[in-house]
């Protein structure tokens, strides 16, 4: 079965500093999702990356998939608090399943 | 538009004693429909997931079962809870095929067995 490995598990930033969280598909990718999720509460979709080397953007935050490398990398440009959170991936089609998640602090 | 349902919010339940958390989809019709676990605010387990009425498939042996009565109701139950039954349950629900599609996330229920 496919499995995602996430890297850093925790992450802990200052203001105003960038970041990037990585996720690995140990199969094949056909696509990937990206979701953030406020402690406590359901998940938000952040974005939907559908072939390789599509990068997408959405405010500060920017997405790359890497096909071959079966990778993904998610950057956060100039942090803030509200960007604290899970941030999770997942693979596009067939069963929805996640990666362990990586927790970000954002250091006013 | 579509919006999901899940509750309740917080649950506390003593050892053996049963659960049932209910999920409903409004909007849309033969979603996919999925049920998570999440402990200690990591990762999320996949539980169970139903492409259809009755058809529930498990992922992770367990305490818990599924059941999908209706095409947008989905119930999560145990007979008898466990303490490590405790942990955070979210529904989910995504549009079939189309090679895939994002999902749309309850707000989730924080469950305390003690």
């Known amino acids: 079965s496919q499995e995602l490995e996430q890297s850093p598990q925790s992450l802990i930033v200052q203001e105003g500093k960038n970041l990037t969280i990585n996720c690995t598909s140990s199969?094949?990718?056909?696509?990937l999702y990206w979701y953030k999720q406020k402690y406590g509460e359901g998940l938000i979709f952040l974005m939907m990356l559908q072939k390789g080397g599509e990068e997408k953007s959405h405010e500060k935050i920017t997405a790359k998939l890497d096909e071959k490398k079966q990778q993904s990398s998610l950057h956060i440009t100039a942090s803030q608090p509200s960007h604290a959170g899970i941030y999770l991936c997942g693979p596009r089609g067939g069963k929805l399943i996640f990666g362990q998640g990586t927790e970000l602090s954002v250091k006013p | 538009s579509q919006t999901i349902h899940q509750w309740p919010a917080t649950l506390v339940q003593p050892v053996g004693s049963p659960l049932s958390l209910e999920c409903t989809v409004e909007g849309t019709s033969n979603p996919n429909l999925y049920w998570y676990r999440q402990a200690a605010g990591r990762g999320l387990q996949l539980l169970f997931y139903s492409v259809g009425i009755g058809q529930i498939s498990s992922e992770v042996p367990q305490n818990l079962s599924a059941s999908r009565p209706q095409d947008r109701q989905f119930i999560l139950s145990s007979k008898k809870l466990l303490l490590s039954d405790s942990g955070f349950y979210l529904c989910?629900?995504?549009?079939?095929?189309?090679?895939?599609?994002?999902?749309?996330f309850g707000q989730g229920t924080r469950l305390t067995v003690v």
């Open positions: 199969k094949t990718l056909y696509g």
């Open positions: 989910a629900w995504s549009v079939p095929g189309r090679g895939g599609t994002e999902a749309f």
